[in-house]
C-alpha cells in the first residue's frame, strides 16, 4: 500500500514534524511510504528520516535558491494544487488544517484521505464545509477527539489515535543526575518565562541543581535576560537544538515543560519514554492529557501564585529520590501506549477499515 505524509515542512523542528516522522518510518517497514514536504528550508530534515521513506518537497524555499514567478505564498499553492491533482497514492495523510482543505477539494476521490490534527483550527468555517470531503480525521488525545467531534458533528469521522515515539530502544535515566531539563521551540505560548521565575525560587533552597534548556526560538532573547536579571547564569544553561532530545532528557531526574498548550506534546511523550517524571501546569490545553499526579509526574494549578507553588513542586521531587523513581516508573509505563510498532498497527487497523467503507 502507498501512504503519502502531506507536510508543511518535512525539515522543522516542531514535534508535529517529529511525530510525523517517527510514524512514516515505523510504515516504511510494511508499505510504499513517501512525506511530501510543501517547503524545504534547508539541505537536510532536522529529525532522522528512516532508509525507506521517500522525501520530496514542492516548493525549494532554501536561502539563496532563485525562482522565477510566481512568488510567495501562490508559488507554494500552486504547486501544492499540481502535486494532490496529479497524486497517485492509496491513502494521504495530511497535517495541517489548510493542507486537509486543500487535499478535500483536490485530491482524488478514490484516495482514502485523513486529516490528522493536533490543535483547534482558529477559522472553523473551512473545516465545516470542507471537511465532510475526507475520509477521516485522526486527534492524537481524548480532549482533541472531544473538540473535534464537536467541531465537526460527525463523531463516527474523528478517530483517537497517539502520536509515535520512534523505535525503541529509548534511553533510560539513572535519576542521580541533579538536572532539570526542558525543551522544544523558545516562543510564547510555552511560558519558558515562567519556568525560569520557578527556577529563581528553586535556587535559593537547592543550589546544586541545574536546569538545562534545549531549543531555539524568538523567545532566547528575553529568556537570556531573564537569567541575567534573576543571577541565575551559573544554574541555568542555554543548551541549543538538538535531533536527540530523548539522549538529553535521559541525563536529567526531572523534566520541566510550563507550557500553556501542549500540542502536540512531544517532549512532554519523549521524557516519560526516558523514564523520567515530567512536572506541568494544569491548564486547559496543558499536558494533562499526559500526566497524571501521583503517577507519571506532576500537575501544577495555574493562576496566582503559580510560580511559586510550581517552585513548590519541583523541590518535593528534588528531596525525594524514592518518589522520583515511583514516578519514573509510571513514566515508561505510559510511554508504552506510543511505542511505534503500536502506533502504527492502530493506523494500519484505521485505514484498513476506511478503505473497506470506500471514498466519503
Given at each position: 500500500?502507498k501512504?503519502?505524509l502531506?507536510?508543511?515542512?518535512?525539515?522543522?523542528?516542531?514535534?508535529d514534524?517529529r511525530?510525523?516522522?517517527?510514524?512514516?518510518?515505523?510504515?516504511?517497514?510494511?508499505?510504499?511510504?513517501?512525506?511530501?514536504?510543501?517547503?524545504r528550508q534547508?539541505?537536510?530534515p532536522?529529525?532522522?528520516v528512516?532508509?525507506?521513506?521517500?522525501?520530496r518537497?514542492?516548493?525549494?524555499a532554501?536561502?539563496?535558491?532563485?525562482h522565477l514567478?510566481?512568488?510567495g505564498q501562490?508559488?507554494?499553492?500552486?504547486?501544492l494544487?499540481?502535486?494532490?491533482r496529479?497524486?497517485?497514492?492509496?491513502?494521504?495523510?495530511?497535517?495541517?488544517?489548510?493542507?486537509?482543505?486543500?487535499?478535500?477539494?483536490y485530491?482524488p476521490r478514490?484516495?482514502?484521505?485523513?486529516a490528522r490534527?493536533?490543535a483547534?483550527p482558529?477559522v472553523?468555517?473551512?473545516?465545516?464545509?470542507?471537511?465532510?470531503?475526507?475520509?477521516?480525521?485522526v486527534?492524537?488525545?481524548?480532549?482533541?477527539?472531544?473538540?473535534?467531534r464537536?467541531l465537526?458533528?460527525?463523531?463516527?469521522?474523528?478517530?483517537l489515535?497517539?502520536?509515535a515515539?520512534?523505535?525503541?530502544?529509548?534511553?533510560?535515566?539513572?535519576?542521580?543526575?541533579?538536572?532539570?531539563?526542558?525543551?522544544?521551540?523558545?516562543v510564547?505560548a510555552?511560558?519558558?518565562?515562567r519556568?525560569v521565575?520557578?527556577?529563581?525560587?528553586?535556587?535559593?533552597?537547592r543550589?546544586?541543581?541545574?536546569?538545562?534548556?534545549?531549543?531555539?526560538g524568538?523567545e532566547?532573547k528575553?529568556l537570556?535576560?531573564m537569567?541575567?536579571?534573576?543571577?541565575?547564569?551559573?544554574?541555568?544553561?542555554?543548551?541549543?537544538?538538538?535531533?536527540?532530545l530523548?539522549?538529553?532528557?535521559?541525563?536529567?531526574?526531572?523534566?520541566?515543560?510550563?507550557?500553556?498548550t501542549?500540542?502536540?506534546?512531544?517532549?512532554?511523550?519523549?521524557?516519560?519514554?526516558?523514564g523520567?517524571?515530567?512536572?506541568g501546569?494544569?491548564?486547559?490545553?496543558?499536558?494533562?492529557?499526559?500526566?497524571?499526579t501521583?503517577?507519571?509526574?506532576?500537575?501544577?494549578?495555574e493562576?496566582g501564585g503559580?510560580?511559586?507553588?510550581?517552585?513548590?513542586?519541583l523541590?518535593?521531587?528534588?528531596?525525594?529520590?524514592?518518589?522520583r523513581?515511583?514516578?519514573?516508573?509510571?513514566a515508561?509505563?505510559t510511554?508504552?501506549?506510543?511505542?511505534a510498532?503500536?502506533?502504527?498497527?492502530?493506523w494500519?487497523t484505521t485505514?484498513?477499515?476506511?478503505?473497506?467503507?470506500?471514498?466519503?
Open positions: 500500500m501512504i503519502s502531506l507536510v508543511p515542512s518535512a525539515y522543522g523542528m516542531r514535534g514534524i511525530s510525523t516522522l517517527n510514524l512514516a518510518t515505523e510504515l516504511s517497514k510494511r508499505h510504499d511510504i513517501e512525506v511530501i514536504s510543501v517547503k534547508r539541505e537536510k532536522f529529525f532522522p528512516g532508509p525507506k521513506v521517500a522525501l518537497w514542492l516548493f525549494d532554501r536561502p539563496g535558491v532563485r514567478f510566481p512568488t501562490v508559488r507554494a499553492d500552486v504547486a494544487w499540481r502535486m494532490l496529479g497524486l497517485r497514492s492509496d491513502v494521504l495523510i495530511t497535517t495541517r488544517p489548510g493542507l486537509a482543505v486543500h487535499a478535500a477539494r485530491a478514490e484516495i482514502t484521505r485523513i490534527e493536533w483547534r482558529p472553523p468555517g473551512p473545516i465545516r464545509k470542507f471537511y465532510p470531503r475526507l475520509d477521516a480525521v486527534t492524537a488525545t481524548e480532549s482533541g477527539l472531544a473538540e473535534w464537536t465537526t458533528g460527525d463523531p463516527g469521522q474523528i478517530h489515535i497517539p502520536d515515539l520512534p523505535a525503541g530502544p529509548w534511553p533510560r535515566s539513572r535519576m542521580d543526575n541533579r538536572i532539570i531539563a526542558a525543551g522544544g521551540r523558545w510564547p510555552k511560558a519558558y518565562d519556568l521565575r520557578a527556577f529563581a525560587i528553586v535556587v535559593g533552597k543550589p546544586d541543581w541545574r536546569l538545562r534548556l534545549y531549543g531555539g524568538p532566547e528575553r537570556r535576560h537569567v541575567a536579571d534573576l543571577n541565575l547564569h551559573n544554574h541555568v544553561y542555554f543548551m541549543g537544538t538538538t535531533p536527540d530523548s539522549g538529553e532528557f535521559a541525563k536529567a531526574s526531572i523534566v520541566a515543560t510550563t507550557s500553556r501542549e500540542v502536540p506534546g512531544m517532549s512532554v511523550i519523549e521524557a516519560l519514554g526516558c523520567v517524571p515530567v512536572v501546569f494544569d491548564s486547559q490545553r496543558g499536558p494533562g492529557d499526559f500526566l497524571v501521583g503517577y507519571n509526574g506532576v500537575l501544577v494549578p493562576g503559580e510560580a511559586e507553588a510550581y517552585a513548590l513542586a523541590l518535593a521531587l528534588i528531596d525525594d529520590e524514592r518518589r523513581r515511583s514516578l519514573a516508573a509510571g515508561l509505563s510511554a508504552m501506549r506510543h511505542t510498532h503500536v502506533v502504527a498497527e492502530q494500519e485505514i484498513a477499515d476506511l478503505r473497506g467503507r470506500g471514498p466519503a
